[in-house]
């Protein structure tokens, strides 16, 4: 499957943004997907991911409560929806894809196998 992240951009502190991963090449429903970022001088670290069936949605602590992250099937394509944007979110995101992920192992980047280019999400105070 390839992924295609967009949605970024630049925005206040406080305001929203959607991303989009959009799959092609297999259909989005046979695969678990994540979002990842990685701040300037950071590790990339999660920050939310959908199981195949949509039954568990992790997420990064610091997000919980703002972030939503969505899966649909027709449109084969993964969102996550971003509110009361912060400086500390300020990143680049990138979606990620694996056909054989458990629920345990959602968070943990080594159960990816494929990702995309990233999105860049700047945040100003």
Known sequence: VQLQASGGGLVQAGGSLRLSCAASGRTI???????????????????????????????????KGRFTISKDNVKNTVYLQMNSLTPEDTAVYYCAASSRAILSSL???????????GTLVTVSS
């Open 29 to 63: 429903r046979d695969y678990a997907v994540a979002w990842f970022r990685q701040g300037p001088g950071k590790e990339r670290e999660f920050v939310a991911a959908i199981s195949r069936t949509g039954g568990s949605t992790p997420y990064l602590d610091s997000v």
């Open 107 to 117: 968070t943990s980047r080594s159960a990816y196998a494929n990702w995309g280019q």
